[in-house]
């Protein structure tokens, strides 16, 4: 049942995205559904919450965190460095720069990863490049770095040593989330500058 439920998200999904891109749009589809299908069941758009956090704590320049939900949601709490850009206004020109780059790993994270996928698959189909999803979403990290389970005492080394550092890392990023949400809402950060891409000339008639 869990699969049935997994697939039926996924073609909603596909269907969402399919729909959400402009048809005048000057960038032609690049996968077909059964070609996307394909790379989500593969995984391989997933940035683990254990990656993420090892990233935020080391500050590392590589990636950028962005937050795919509703402002007023951004507001009360958002992951550390991460910059709010709604999934309604993804495909706003504005943000194109941000999205179609070179320089880094843009990871798009939502409450679970519903959302971040929709974001995903569609600058997928606009041709951009290194962008990916947190794993899980919001959820997930709540319950894997802000709030881990202790292991067993018998438990391998691997597992012991893996909680230890969500432990650790929940503890350097500000605690639980439910504390965290109690707070007062956090200064937006400011987006990295980047040069726009100039648009390609493109060869008149075709399709």
Not at 10 to 24: C, E, M
Not at 66 to 89: C, M, T, W
Not at 109 to 122: C, F, G, I, R
Request: proline share 7%; hydrophobic share 40%; charged share 20%.
């Amino acid at each position: 049942m869990k699969a049935l439920h997994y697939l039926a998200i996924v073609f909603l999904t596909l269907g969402f995205v399919i729909a959400a891109i402009p048809q005048n749009t000057t960038h032609p589809y690049k996968l077909n559904p059964e070609e996307l299908l394909e790379q989500v069941n593969s995984g391989m758009q997933y940035f683990s919450p254990d990656v993420i956090a090892d990233m935020i704590i080391n500050e590392d320049p590589s990636f950028l965190l962005i937050d795919v939900r509703a402002q007023d949601e951004y507001e009360k709490f958002h992951l550390p460095g991460a910059v709010n850009i709604p999934l309604s206004d993804l495909l706003a020109e504005q943000w194109r720069p941000y999205l179609n780059q070179d320089i880094r790993h843009n990871i798009f994270y939502s409450n679970s990863t519903v959302k971040a996928n929709e974001a995903w698959m569609l600058t997928v189909q606009l041709g951009y490049k290194n962008n990916y999803v947190m794993q899980g979403g919001m959820n997930y990290w709540a319950e894997t770095i802000m709030n881990p389970e202790a292991p067993e005492m018998t438990s391998p080394d691997e597992e012991i040593a893996k909680y230890n550092f969500r432990k650790g890392a929940g503890m350097k990023l500000g605690g639980s989330v439910e504390t965290e949400l109690q707070q007062t809402k956090q200064t937006a950060p400011a987006l990295p500058k980047i040069a726009p891409k100039p648009n390609k000339k493109r060869v008149q008639g075709g399709c």
